[in-house]
């Protein structure tokens, strides 16, 4: 769907943050169901997402794929991508720090952005470009349905967290639960192509999904 001020990010008519608030304080006056009448909700409904939406990618909006920063997720080894490109351990300690900081979620205090923008930064250096990527798109995907109010975060975040654990135990066990896992979310037609490319990239790293004769999701064109 399209979204308003992101278009306008991109274009350059909004630069700032404190412009992205003031432009949606005036479409607010002006969608406002207290102020147009009963019956009229679903139009700032849809306004605050996409602000909601725009305000949490502002920088990837404003500057592309450059970090506020100046550099490019994933732009060097050490932070954590293998040199033949395969994730190392710090990818996987980043992502269970972004679930215990509350993946996935838009921080509202300072104190708390802080810490959440911190692990979020941290788990984008480890995954590299192509990873950071599809981080981003499964992200925003899962704030968008949630802004919408169909969250499908628990059996992801459920399926993320198994993932996880195989790669700290690697039992026999917790693989054929992942293998059957991953083959419901492939084959759930409400699964969006950004939610399965993410989970698909690390099910690939941990040599799970051939099991399943399928194309991975995360590699295609």
Known sequence: ?????????????????????????ELAKLTHPDLRGPGTEGEFITARAEYEAALRDFERHRFGSRAASG?????????GTATDGRLTDTAWTCMALLL??????????????LRYEYARWRLLEALGTHGGELFGDFESE??????????????????????????AEGLPAMRTHIVLSLG?????????????GF??????????????DSEPWGTRG
């Open 142 to 167: 899962l704030l968008d349905l949630k802004a919408f109010g169909a969250d499908p975060s628990p059996p992801i975040l459920r399926f993320l967290r198994d993932l996880m654990d195989y790669h």
């Open 100 to 113: 215990k900081r509350g993946f996935p979620k838009v921080p509202r205090h300072d104190k708390e952005k």
């Open 184 to 196: 419901r979310l492939r084959s759930d037609p409400g699964v969006s192509l950004a939610i399965r």
């Open 1 to 25: 769907m399209a979204n308003r001020f992101a278009r306008k990010i991109k274009s350059g008519d909004i630069v700032s943050i404190v412009e992205l608030k003031s432009e949606f304080k």
């Open 199 to 212: 989970t698909e990239l690390l099910s690939l790293e941990l040599g799970i999904g051939g099991e399943l």
């Open 71 to 79: 550099r490019q997720p994933g732009s060097g080894t050490a932070r």
